[in-house]
Each structure stands twice: as structure tokens, then as C-alpha cells.
């Protein structure tokens, strides 16, 4: 549905966009994740045809965007970041007029207006002037006017954005059912609605992407994923990480806490260290350590995204830049697997 290609954006000195290059099937449900000024908004642009790119390519569905422009707007739904709405107009009105825009006539015409409205909950609200809207339903508006003729892919910019729980609850249900057969950009900052939504990520900064994959990749470069964390009691904890250290020399261990009497350890067990569960166990029964707690964890979304982002904040980490290089651009190609 969508290739887009090395898309660069200048405004004067500030670089927004630097070779971003996105792939999208039909099926996928993209979020565009990034601090602000990472330039989601400016890629987003420059994919709908709304801001010519200084360099790259843009295909919908095949059809290039510079080359037959309406061709591929035909296939596209566009919610901006701020809603550019006719605010002296009826919403009925508004709707009508956007698929009069659109080419849609008559019965055709009736019925995907009345689709719109039912599918944005705006049937109270009709016949009330765009300007009088409370903000929640003037997005809504906004939506109804993307997915009007619709189209195959969807590009939205913050959708949830200033929506109250239950609206923000039912435009990610919107967006979810719709992704099963339509390819859609939903850029974020709501990190919950990437799990909610999402089945691909990809994350900004710079004007570059420098992660792309699944929540569970992202989720996984973490370096607490799937870490073991675990509390012994004994009466001297400080043997207890020798000991760990010489019964399973592949795995790593790291201290989190280390008290008179307990010990809290961070275990990464190396796929080589067969049957750990099992050893670890009987190993803290000869040795009589009490487990007091253990648990898997899988890393946390925001922790990553922190990371990633402000990547001098923690050096144990991959570097942002190594995983765009090895991860992000589908038109690297190589041996990724050893990442
Ligand atoms: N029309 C413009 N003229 C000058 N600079 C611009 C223009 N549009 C965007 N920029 C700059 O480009 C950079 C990227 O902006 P962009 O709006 O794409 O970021 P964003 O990732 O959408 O951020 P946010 O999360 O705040 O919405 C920013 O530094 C911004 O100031
Ligand atoms: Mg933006």
C-alpha cells in the first residue's frame, strides 16, 4: 500500500526529515512514535501530498504521489495534526461538501455521509455549526472527513489526541477494527495505544527512524527483557552471587540490591545454561536460599522509548543508531539476524 523512499524535508537550517523510507501492506496498523520536533508530522505531511518532499518517492498503491497526485489521494485519508475545518458550516454540510470534493454523487453521496456519521458517533451533533463544537467532537468531525470516501490507507496524526477516555477508547477500537483491511499511520504519544493499536512501530528522533518492527521487538530491546529477578534470603547473600556466577558461568547476573541478610539479582540465562529453571531451583535448595520473590520481565514501552531517545542516559544500552542501521531501513538488506 504504501512504499515511501529516503524522504528528506528541510525548512531552512532545520533538518525535519533525513531519509525516512516506511513500508506498509494492507493489514498493518503502523504507529509513528518520537519526541516532539522528531518530524512524524512533516513524514506524515510529505506522504499525503500535502508538503512536496526536497528529495524521496511516495508510492499509494502503486501510484506515485508526485507523478498522479489525485490518483493517490484517492486511496488516502488524511486526519492533520490541527483539524482545518469550515467553521461556519453545519457538520452535514461540511460532509456533504467533502464528498461532493471527493466525486461521490447521489445515493453514493447519502451513504457514505451517513456511514461517516454513524462510524464517529456525530449523529447529535449534524445540524450544529462547526465553530459551536466542543473539541472532542470537531476531531471527530475531522476524522469523519478522512475516512469519508473510504479509502485504503488511513494517515492520522494524533487521533486520540484531547479525546476524553471513552471517545479515545472508541477511536482506538475504530482504528483497529478498520486496520484489518486497510493500512494506517497512527502517530502517538500515548505509548499504551502502540499495545492497543498498533501491530508495527516505528520510532522518530532526528528527523530519522531509528527503530522499526513489532512492539514485542521494541518491548525487546529492552535490557530487562525477559530478565529473571529474583530475592534470596540467606545468611550471608553475599556468597550467593559466587556461587550463582560459578554454577552457571553463560548466564549474567547483576546485583540490585545487596542487604545484610537478602539479595536482589538480575539474571539474564543464556539460551546454553539447559534446564536453568530447574538447576537454579534445587541449587537454592541445597544451599537453603529462600526465594522471596521472583519475576519475569518484559521491559517497559516508555523506558524504551526514553532510551532510544536520550541515548546517553543509559550506556548498557544498543545504540539508537546501530538498530536503524541493522533494523529500520527495508532497503538494507544483510544479515539482521545476528542483531
Ligand atoms: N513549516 C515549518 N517551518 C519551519 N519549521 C518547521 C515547519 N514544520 C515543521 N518544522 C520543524 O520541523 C521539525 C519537525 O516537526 P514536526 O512537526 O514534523 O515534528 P513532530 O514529530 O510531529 O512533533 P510533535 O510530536 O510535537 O507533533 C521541528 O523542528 C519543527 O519546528
Ligand atoms: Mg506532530
Excluded at 157 to 164: S, Y
Excluded at 252 to 274: A, T
Aim: charged fraction near 25%; glycine fraction near 6%.
Amino acid at each position: 500500500m504504501l512504499k515511501a523512499r529516503h524522504l528528506v524535508k528541510e525548512f531552512g537550517t532545520i533538518k525535519a526529515v533525513m531519509g525516512v523510507s516506511l513500508d506498509l501492506e494492507k493489514g498493518d496498523v503502523l504507529g509513528l512514535l518520537g519526541p516532539n520536533g522528531a518530524g512524524k508530522s512533516t513524514t506524515m505531511k510529505m506522504i499525503t501530498g500535502y508538503l512536496e518532499a526536497d528529495s524521496g518517492e511516495v508510492e499509494i498503491n502503486g501510484i506515485n504521489i508526485e507523478e498522479d497526485p489525485i490518483g493517490a489521494k484517492r486511496n488516502l485519508g488524511y486526519l492533520p495534526e490541527t483539524a482545518p475545518l469550515y467553521d461556519e458550516m453545519r457538520v452535514i454540510d461540511f460532509l456533504n461538501f467533502i464528498a461532493e470534493v471527493r466525486g461521490l454523487k447521489g445515493h453514493q453521496k447519502r451513504k457514505h455521509v451517513n456511514r461517516a456519521i454513524e462510524m464517529c458517533f456525530l449523529n447529535q451533533v449534524t445540524r450544529q455549526s462547526i465553530y459551536t463544537l466542543s473539541k472532542g467532537y470537531r476531531h471527530r468531525t475531522c476524522f469523519a472527513q478522512a475516512i469519508l470516501h473510504d479509502p485504503a490507507m488511513l494517515i492520522l496524526d494524533e487521533p486520540t489526541d484531547g479525546l476524553d477516555p471513552n471517545q479515545k477508547h472508541e477511536m482506538r477500537n475504530m482504528i483497529k477494527e478498520m486496520g484489518r483491511e486497510k493500512a494506517i499511520i497512527v502517530s502517538t504519544h500515548i505509548l499504551e495505544e502502540v499495545d492497543a493499536v498498533c501491530s508495527r512501530v516505528a520510532l522518530m528522533n532526528y528527523g530519522q527512524v531509528i527503530f522499526n518492527g513489532t512492539p514485542e521487538d521494541l518491548r525487546a530491546v529492552s535490557p530487562d527483557h525477559k530478565a529473571l529477578f529474583v530475592q534470596l534470603t540467606a545468611q550471608n547473600p553475599h556468597e550467593i552471587l559466587l556461587s550463582l556466577k560459578e554454577n552457571f558461568p553463560k548466564a549474567k547476573f547483576l546485583v540490585d540490591e545487596l542487604e545484610s541478610n537478602y539479595i536482589r539479582v538480575k539474571v539474564h540465562h543464556h539460551k546454553k545454561e539447559l534446564n536453568f529453571n530447574d538447576r537454579f531451583f534445587s541449587l537454592c535448595k541445597d544451599k537453603q536460599w529462600r526465594i522471596d520473590n521472583l519475576e519475569t520481565k518484559e521491559g517497559r514501552l516508555d523506558e524504551v522509548f526514553r532510551t532510544l531517545t536520550m541515548p546517553n542516559s543509559r550506556t548498557d544500552w544498543p545504540t539508537a543508531s546501530l538498530i536503524w542501521n541493522k533494523r529500520n531501513d527495508p532497503t538494507v538488506t544483510g544479515d539482521l539476524g545476528k542483531l
